[in-house]
């Protein structure tokens, strides 16, 4: 028999803690800011070594936070396994490795900055970590060391 362990979410129910749990994949992918729109000037000017003609790459961390309640029966807001999963099919797999201007169709159009593809992931995840019947929290990109955009799914 297979045990459910996907979380619940009851807000009625204030007995329940509600937790946030976070699941971290990596990926690395090429691309470059460039606004067509632009002169190469002007381009150079904004986005500087960002805008190198030939590309450049980073090695992305992305951290997914899901919330709900402990399962009673697991003790587990999310399996983890079916987390990770849903990461790699959803995006994972479409971005590592990959041209972010030119190989990704959720980046078609786009700008391809940290915070633009924070917004495309979340846009790609909810509805499956929802069918999971938890909650997405937060979307959180770090494209080095030192930046990283975070997406609550506001407006
Ligand atoms: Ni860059």
Redesign the pocket.
Known sequence: MKVEIGCIFAPENLSMPLVYITRRERFNAA?K?WNEEWSEEKNMQVFGK?ANQNW?G?NYDLFVTVKGQPHPETGCVIDLKDLSKILKDAVIDKLDHRNLNLDVPFMKGKMSSTENLAVAIWGEIKTKIESEGCQLHSVRLH?TENNFAEYFGEE
């Open positions: 691309h800011l960002c450049h980073h494209e």
